[in-house]
C-alpha cells in the first residue's frame, strides 16, 4: 500500500486533538501505529515513504512526527534534518538500530525522541505526550541545556563549568544525551541498562553516581539527577 491515508470516525474527535503525521515504508506498523493512536485521540495521517509524507506537510499541520529510519529512497535521519530546516514540529524516530551511536545520530539530526523496533505502544503514546507536553515549554530543539553553573552541549557532548572543560567518559556523555533528550521524564534502570554494554543495572548506578559528581554542586543531595523510587532516575534542566 502507497500513499497517504488519513483516519476518520463518526464521532469526530475534539477539535484540539494533535495531529500526528506516520511515515513507515511498513504497512503492519502504519496500520498498528494508526489505529492504536487513533483509539488514543490522535488524528493520524500515514505516509509509506518520504515523498509522501512531503507532500502531506505541504497540505496538512501536524503536531508531531513518527518517522522510520530506515526506508527505501530518501531515509528518516535525511528528512528529520530537512524537516528541521522548515518546522519545529517535534520528531519521534522508530529505528531497529537502537545503538548509542545509533541514538546519538538521531539526536544531532534533531529528533527530539528516539524508539526502538519492536516496543509496546502504550509506552510509545506516553512518549509522544512527554515530547509534546516538552514543545510547550521549549520551542524548538536545544544545542545546550543548563544545570546552574554547569551547561552540555548536546552535539559536541562537552560539558562546562563556566569556561571550564569537564572531561567525560564516553559513557557519561551517553547518559547525558539521553537524559537531555528526555527532560522531566522518569527513564528506569533496565532501559538505561540496555545501552549499557554490561547491561547490569548495578553498573548503571555507579555511572550514575559519578556523572551526579560532574554536574551536581551537592552529589549528595542531588538537584537536577533524582533517583525516582522503584522506577528509575529523573533529570531537571534550567
Do not use: W
Amino acid at each position: 500500500m502507497t500513499g497517504s491515508l488519513t483516519y476518520q470516525r463518526r464521532e469526530p474527535l475534539p477539535d484540539n486533538a494533535p495531529h500526528v503525521l506516520v511515515v513507515d515504508d511498513d504497512q503492519r506498523i502504519r496500520d498498528l501505529l494508526g489505529r492504536y493512536l487513533f483509539e488514543n485521540g490522535f488524528r493520524v495521517t500515514t505516509a509509506s515513504d518520504s515523498a509522501t509524507a512531503r507532500a502531506s506537510m505541504r497540505g496538512l499541520s501536524f503536531d508531531l512526527v513518527i518517522l522510520d529510519r530506515m526506508m527505501p529512497g530518501e531515509g528518516g535521519l535525511e528528512l528529520a534534518r530537512a524537516l528541521k530546516t522548515i518546522s519545529p514540529v517535534p520528531i519521534c524516530m522508530l529505528t531497529a538500530k537502537a545503538e548509542p551511536e545509533d541514538r546519538v545520530e538521531g539526536l544531532e539530526a534533531g529528533v527530539d525522541d528516539y524508539v526502538a523496533k519492536p516496543f509496546e505502544p502504550r509506552e510509545l503514546v506516553l512518549r509522544l505526550q512527554n515530547i509534546m507536553r516538552r514543545g510547550q515549554i521549549t520551542a524548538g530543539p536545544r544545542e545546550e541545556i543548563r544545570m546552574g553553573d554547569f551547561t552540555f552541549h548536546i552535539a559536541r557532548g562537552e560539558l562546562k563549568n563556566g569556561d571550564e572543560n569537564i572531561k567525560l567518559t564516553e559513557r557519561e556523555r551517553d547518559l547525558l544525551r539521553l537524559f537531555a533528550s528526555r527532560p522531566g521524564t522518569p527513564i528506569a534502570r533496565h532501559e538505561l541498562a540496555s545501552d549499557d554494554a554490561t547491561g547490569s543495572e548495578r553498573a548503571i548506578d555507579v555511572q550514575i553516581n559519578r556523572l551526579r559528581r560532574k554536574i551536581e554542586t551537592d552529589p549528595g543531595n542531588p538537584v537536577y539527577l533524582q533517583t525516582v523510587r522503584g522506577k528509575g532516575y529523573i533529570f531537571y534542566i534550567d
